[in-house]
């Protein structure tokens, strides 16, 4: 191993080590207000206010919505920045310029300079990384970055940033724990992005939520669009890889046979939500039906988006998606059923602080389960995770590692089967 490749895996072990990590640790690693990463930002003269942003929230969708809207800016030319997180395999997958992962030169360097703010404030991995994304973005003169909240939105570490536009997917539950157990409560934290002259585009229209996001939109002074209830996409046809759109504007027929690099039912929506917010862009940038088709049919390979109905093999068809709360879930097994199958085998592991009773409850009784643990310490124990399944009505036998358990699935499997791995985001980033 080169003397550099030590030093780097020395700076991720003090990452990963030094500074808690919601996505290791769970809620000791949640903190509830800016004052860190406004330190953070402070000391490196707030590099996030030197380039253009838009900030996406949402419970679900809000990941697939940010690859698709920097694959269309990037096709445009645009040097694009893209803030994501949790990452599957490499840190360094959460901050990229034009599909490419920051450099392991830059963590070093950021990592070495801000080692003394790092120890007297002891901010969180989360709130590190946000810092390096700002500043990276900043040096790298892009032209516009996208940024991913992490959780919630009010108090989420990237909302420092004044935006072009605010995008908020949609509401469901997940992490009631910190946003709250009902709807409007969960909407009021994600509508902590809304800010005054920064118009918001909310993905979808919900009885319980748009009085809250349209009283936030009407005290910011903002306006305030649905998407749902200008676009519609309608799926046309599907492959493993692209999915056909029909889209509908106002009732008009608008990009007819649009072909995106998704598959799965689900992505109407967002893609909904992508071309909403497109229609705002367009005032700072002159964008055409023909760099956003190249953009969007070329979605993964301009961004390298990885983990949400990605496609691992084929005789048997293996899926991994990183769906990991009920309504992720129940969109997953919709797109399931539609696959011609003979028996479906489920890799599944989810992590210990969710309510599980309601994931499990949107999963097939009829499907072969191999349990396992995440390999991060709040994955559920596979035999727990088998005792708790099983009261839920469904059958399997628990393994060593998501390894083992997919090896399992694949010796079992005729090729006519289908083999799903899902459950948590830490189940598929040991498999993608």
């Not at 690693?29 to 253009?52: E, H, M, S, V, W």
């Not at 992962?101 to 120890?119: A, Q």
């Not at 992490?175 to 709807?183: A, C, E, I």
């Amino acid at each position: 191993m080169s003397n550099f490749s030590n030093i780097y895996r020395q700076t991720l072990e003090y990452l990963f080590g030094h500074l808690p990590m919601f996505q290791r640790t769970g809620g000791v690693a949640y903190k509830k207000d800016l004052t860190n990463i406004r330190a953070l930002c402070d000391f490196l003269g707030n590099p996030q206010d030197r380039f253009p942003t838009i900030h996406v929230a949402g419970t679900n969708g809000k990941g697939s919505t940010c690859y698709m809207l920097a694959a269309v800016l990037q096709a445009h030319g645009l040097r694009t920045g893209l803030y994501i997180s949790p990452h599957y395999k490499d840190f360094r997958e959460r901050v990229r310029i034009d599909g490419e992962y920051v450099s392991k030169k830059f963590v070093v360097e950021f990592t070495e300079r801000m080692k003394p703010l790092i120890e007297e404030i002891e901010p969180s991995f989360f709130e590190i990384g946000v810092a390096m994304a700002f500043e990276y973005f900043a040096q790298s003169k892009v032209d516009v970055a996208v940024i991913e909240v992490g959780m919630g939105g009010r108090l989420d570490s990237t909302n420092i940033i004044k935006p072009l536009v605010s995008v908020i997917t949609n509401i469901s539950f997940d992490h009631m724990q910190f946003l709250g157990d009902t709807l409007p409560l969960i909407a009021g934290e994600k509508a902590g992005i809304i800010k005054p002259d920064v118009p918001v585009v909310i993905g979808e229209t919900h009885p319980e939520t748009q009085p809250v996001f349209d009283a936030k939109a009407a005290a910011a002074g903002v306006p305030i669009v649905y998407a749902d209830q200008h676009f519609r996409a309608d799926i046309e046809a599907q492959s493993l890889t692209h999915t056909t759109f029909q889209v509908w504007h106002d009732g008009q027929l608008f990009y007819p046979d649009l072909d995106v690099n998704v598959h799965a039912d689900y992505q109407a929506k967002n893609l909904q939500t992508v071309l909403q917010t497109i229609e705002i862009l367009r005032a700072h940038w002159p964008l055409d039906e023909q760099r956003i088709r190249a953009g969007l049919y070329d979605l993964k390979k301009r961004t390298r988006f990885i983990g949400r109905w990605q496609l691992l093999g084929e005789s048997p068809i293996i899926l991994a998606d990183s769906g990991h709360n009920e309504d992720g879930l129940r969109q997953a097994m919709q797109q399931l059923s539609k696959i011609p199958h003979r028996q479906l085998r489920f890799v599944l592991g989810v992590v210990s602080d969710k309510d599980i009773g309601k994931m499990l409850a949107q999963l097939p009784q009829s499907a072969q389960y191999y349990f396992a643990k995440a390999a991060v310490p709040r994955g559920m124990n596979a035999n727990i995770l088998q005792e708790k399944a099983a009261l839920a009505g469904l059958q399997g036998k628990a393994y060593s590692s998501v390894k083992s358990a997919l090896n399992a699935a694949k010796r079992h499997a005729a090729p006519d089967d289908l083999i799903y791995v899902g459950g948590s985001t830490f189940v598929v980033a040991e498999v993608v």
